[in-house]
């Protein structure tokens, strides 16, 4: 399962969020934007049980973050 994750930050903090994101396991990639969102991060994972984890359990818990919204992959 693929999804994106589009992350709101606090202010000046998108930068260390993206770096601590993607040390998260199935992160492929975390990128800061400008504008919103501010951080735009790649998630490939086994099954949305796991997508579930990593987006409630592991990025939205990472200090700096104030929302996140998620996109599913559904053909590429």
Do not use: N
């Not at 969102?37 to 200090?63: C, H, M, T």
Request: with cysteine; glycine share 8%; proline share 3%.
């Amino acid at each position: 399962m693929r999804a994106y994750v589009l992350v709101s930050t606090k202010a000046g903090q998108a930068k260390k969020v993206a770096q601590l994101v993607a040390k998260l396991p199935g992160i492929k990639l975390a990128d800061c934007c400008w504008g919103r969102p501010d951080v735009v991060v790649f998630a490939e994972v086994a099954d949305a049980k796991a997508l579930d984890s990593l987006v409630i359990g592991g990025i939205a818990k990472v200090r700096g973050v104030e929302a996140t919204e998620t996109h599913l992959v559904l053909a590429s």
